[in-house]
């Protein structure tokens, strides 16, 4: 088993209850004002605390934006879960189409994300392209480790892990940063559908 970064450690947690409603807070204000536009006054504000006690809790700006980023990452990663626990006397074929459905979908639909990529593409796309390593390597290893528990419940999968993950990954990446085509990136139904009819085929996995 590959070494877990430290960053996807922390997403891999169960977020903690306390600081929610100040991770809560950052998020709208990013939201409504983009980042750069975004002051620690105004996060404060809107969490109901004075700034001292803000920046006791987060010495610089990008402590915070690091939390919410994390938060965010967190909250993707569990609904990719849930999604995949609802897949019930299916195959292992199934809950991997599932991941690939709930990964694009969910990224495509991610508020802030896009509105990063919209408004201040300058802050979001280094950490996604030239600088986006390791951004790919957390995603590469999150979807080998499911890929590999999938395998062990169904002998049927028999593909590379690490290959397939960085294939889901990249793919991903890609999708995200030009969303405008043929593949469904909205539309569950039909991300589901070319899983089974492109992707698998693809990967080298027959679909049931």
Do not use: C, H, W
């Not at 990013?30 to 504000?45: H, P, V, W, Y």
């Not at 109901?48 to 920046?55: E, K």
């Not at 960085?166 to 909205?186: C, D, H, K, N, Y």
């Amino acid at each position: 088993m590959p070494t877990v970064p430290p960053i996807l450690a922390r997403i891999l947690e169960k977020p903690r209850a306390d600081g929610e409603q100040l991770l809560e807070s950052a998020l709208s204000a990013f939201l409504d004002f983009g980042i750069k536009r975004t002051s620690m006054g105004e996060i404060a504000r809107r969490a109901g605390i004075s700034p001292a006690t803000l920046y006791r809790r987060f010495e610089s700006k990008n402590d915070l934006v690091e939390a919410v980023g994390v938060r965010e990452a967190q909250r993707f990663v569990a609904a990719i879960e849930e999604r995949a626990a609802r897949i019930t006397g299916g195959s292992g074929v199934d809950e991997l189409v599932e991941i690939f459905a709930s990964f694009t979908t969910l990224l495509a639909r991610n508020e802030l994300l896009q509105r990063l990529l919209r408004t201040e593409p300058e802050l979001i796309l280094p950490r996604l392209t030239v600088d986006g390593g390791p951004v790919l390597e957390v995603g590469r290893i999150y979807l080998a480790e499911k890929l590999r528990g999938l395998q062990e419940s169904d002998t049927a999968l028999d593909f590379d892990p690490d290959l397939v993950a960085e294939v889901l990954a990249r793919l991903a990446q890609s999708l995200m940063l030009t969303p405008e085509g043929r593949i469904p990136l909205r539309d569950e139904s039909a991300a589901r559908e070319f899983a089974r009819r492109t992707l698998l085929p693809m990967v080298g996995v027959r679909s049931s």
